[in-house]
């Protein structure tokens, strides 16, 4: 899906302009100070497990129990959010960041955690994971509506509860600059799409049921294009798993495409008593071409970890049911949907935090490790609020590292939320 904030200008990476419209010497030499006064912030102030000299790979996090996934959204397509919120949050040490499967998202993606390479000096970078889907999916669908047929006395409540800022009234008058600072980033009346990702609050709460929803899949062939690329180590597929045609369908038309890719995950919701059969029969299918390690995302409650509390509960119930299973097949299994500051607690009184085996009955069973948890919604709303301010205040494609305040405040609310899984 093409992003139309930025008329596809191409994102420059961050070792070479990184966004700047010049590199004249004035301008490098404000990035050398911005970089400093960072430098100097972070270590004087945050103990970072991104800098310890203890900290795991991904692979070792998914082995040890402590693996943290940020979620930026299968739909999701702000690539100056997704730039600050990556470079936030490999910075606070999480071992995977999950996006979009569109070429431009994944370079925001990469540019993020070069910045933060740079500005910390990191031995070990995030892996960067692509989201496909092999059908209809809640999580690959825009909000779509005409402005012009809203009633000029609607109180608007799809702005209110939307919670990705996705829906505009502003109009003409809403003006700021792009990624490219010399090109101007306009906002129109309606769903900003770059920025919708899929929720669906806004859908029953029009008075007038004027916004609809328009789902999509993502071309196969497109999505093995990106997964050749030597920026991407990690893919998704997210599926229903009712059916597996559609699974072994998208299964093979990415072919060899899979082959040098670090992890596979397969994103389900809780199928019940179907769920196990399921998994087995989508394993069967990637076996004969799977070169890597897997892993099983458990979708409790799709985009709903901002809400509240209770809002993780069914993916600990889901997790809960999975780590008790017998016969399911090889794959980490790893927390989504819903997830918030409060799923470490749930895990721990269900004694699924960081352990390698689960008693039922008079009996161990199988390896049931809890790799880890992708936080998305909830990790999203708590470092956009400080973007949110800062972009008000220096404009909507400020770079966070170039404003340390901002950043360090950023950091606390994201190592808030990473911290507790990595045992800080």
Not at 129 to 142: A, E
Not at 220 to 236: F, G, I, P, Q, Y
Not at 273 to 301: H, V, Y
């Amino acid at each position: 899906m093409a992003l139309r904030y930025f008329c596809n200008t191409k994102i420059s990476t961050y070792h070479h302009h990184r966004g700047f419209p010049s590199t004249s010497k004035e301008a490098l030499g404000e990035l050398r100070s911005s970089i400093e006064n960072v430098k100097s912030l972070i270590s004087n102030t945050l103990k970072l497990p991104s800098l310890s000299s203890s900290s795991s790979s991904p692979l070792q996090s998914l082995q040890r129990g402590n693996w943290v996934k940020l979620i930026c959204g299968a739909s999701f397509e702000d690539v100056v959010d997704i730039r600050n919120l990556s470079l936030v949050y490999t910075l606070s040490g999480v071992d995977c960041i999950d996006c979009a499967a569109d070429a431009s998202v994944v370079s925001a993606v990469n540019e993020g955690i070069e910045a933060a390479t740079e500005i910390a000096g990191l031995q070990k970078r995030p892996w960067v994971m692509i989201s496909v889907n092999d059908d209809k999916d809640l999580h690959f669908r825009k909000a779509e509506f005409d402005p012009e047929d809203c009633p000029a006395d609607c109180s608007r409540p799809c702005e209110i509860v939307c919670p990705a800022n996705a829906i505009s009234f502003l109009g003409k008058s809403a003006s700021g600059t792009s990624s490219n600072t010399e090109l101007p980033r306009v906002l129109v009346d309606g769903v900003i799409t770059e920025r919708c990702y899929g929720c669906g609050r806004c859908l029953p709460v029009c008075p007038f049921d004027k916004i609809r929803e328009v789902t999509y899949v993502r071309d196969a062939a497109t999505t093995a294009d990106l997964l050749r690329r030597n920026d991407v180590d990690a893919m998704e597929i997210h599926t229903s798993g009712r059916q597996s045609v559609q699974f072994k369908e998208l299964w093979c038309a990415l072919g060899n495409s899979v082959e040098n890719l670090k992890l596979i995950a397969v994103s389900l919701p809780n199928g019940g008593d179907s769920t196990i059969p399921s998994m087995n029969e989508m394993f069967s299918i990637m076996k004969p071409n799977l070169q890597c390690f897997n892993l099983w995302q458990l979708d409790g409650r799709p985009m709903s970890g901002d809400i509240g509390r209770g809002a993780t509960k069914e993916t600990i119930a889901f997790a809960i049911e999975l780590a008790k299973a017998k016969n399911r097949p090889p794959g980490f299994l790893q927390l989504a949907g819903g997830t918030n500051a409060h799923t470490i607690d749930g895990l721990r009184k269900k004694g699924l935090f960081q352990t390698t085996s689960i008693v039922v009955d008079s009996s161990n069973s199988p390896d049931a490790l809890i790799g880890g948890i992708a936080y998305g919604g909830y990790a999203r709303k708590i470092v956009g609020r400080v973007l949110r301010s800062m972009q008000s205040e220096y404009g909507g494609a400020a770079r966070i590292e170039d404003h340390p305040q901002h950043l360090l405040m950023a950091l606390k609310e994201a190592l808030a939320l990473v911290g507790p899984v990595k045992c800080l």
